[in-house]
T-cell receptor
Framework: DAKTTQPNSMESNEEEPVHLPCNHS???????IHWYRQLPSQGPEYVIH???SNVNNRMASLAIAEDRKSSTLILHRATLRDAAVYYC??????????FGQGTTLQVKP | GAVVSQHPSRVICKSGTSVKIECRSL??????MFWYRQFPKKSLMLMAT?????????EQGVEKDKFLINHASLTLSTLTVTSAHPEDSSFYIC????????FGQGTRLTVV
């Protein structure tokens, strides 16, 4: 399983963009980069995933480095509801997900 | 999107008793489901992979006789915590994947 490194915590102001970095230098060639987030006392929820190209969906954008050793989750306009723990997880298309420590995002009004 | 439902959301039990937690995939079939536990302020720890029609695969250090997993159908997996002790108190979460993973809402187990 690829090891990931994420900042323990980050802060953002409401309505501003947030860039959450993740290093995954030991990622294998077949692993996708998945991002999940977990709100307090809830199960995690899917945010976005990608393989090589940058990806956009209604929740966020994912920027993947050309060498795939790092990625950045971008929330374009943070809201208070985006306050959560964000996990970056390299994983094959199916199979188990191994969670690291994640980044706790605080959003200030 | 796909939904995974977990029941109960909260349970309190006495030491020495057993507790069963159910995990259902509501609108898709899941031959594989995953069980996690999470302690306060900590990340999710994978306990086991539940396989429909066969034995579960447990992660290293997880007692298979204590955490019994049954995956009897393509939409239901159960986790039974046997002879529960206060140290088993935790947040238990199940998930199933199509491509992305869908998680249940979690079960808060308190053993008194």
């Amino acid at each position: 399983d690829a090891k990931t490194t994420q900042p323990n915590s980050m802060e953002s102001n409401e309505e501003e963009p947030v860039h959450l970095p993740c290093n995954h230098s030991t990622i294998s060639g077949t692993d996708y980069i998945h991002w999940y987030r977990q709100l307090p006392s809830q199960g995690p929820e899917y945010v976005i995933h990608g393989l090589t190209s940058n990806v956009n969906n209604r929740m966020a954008s994912l920027a993947i480095a050309e060498d795939r050793k790092s990625s950045t989750l971008i929330l374009h306009r943070a809201t208070l509801r985006d306050a959560a723990v964000y996990y970056c997880i390299p994983s094959e298309d199916t199979g188990k997900l191994i969670f690291g420590q994640g980044t706790t995002l605080q959003v200030k009004p | 999107g796909a939904v995974v439902s977990q029941h109960p959301s909260r349970v309190i039990c006495k030491s020495g008793t057993s507790v069963k937690i159910e995990c259902r995939s509501l609108d898709f079939q899941a031959t594989t489901m995953f069980w996690y536990r999470q302690f306060p302020k900590k990340s999710l720890m994978l306990m086991a992979t539940s396989n429909e029609g066969s034995k579960a695969t447990y992660e290293q250090g997880v007692e298979k006789d204590k955490f019994l997993i049954n995956h009897a159908s393509l939409t239901l997996s159960t986790l039974t915590v046997t002879s529960a002790h206060p140290e088993d108190s935790s947040f238990y979460i199940c998930s199933a994947r199509i491509r992305e993973a869908f998680f249940g809402q979690g079960t808060r187990l308190t053993v008194v």
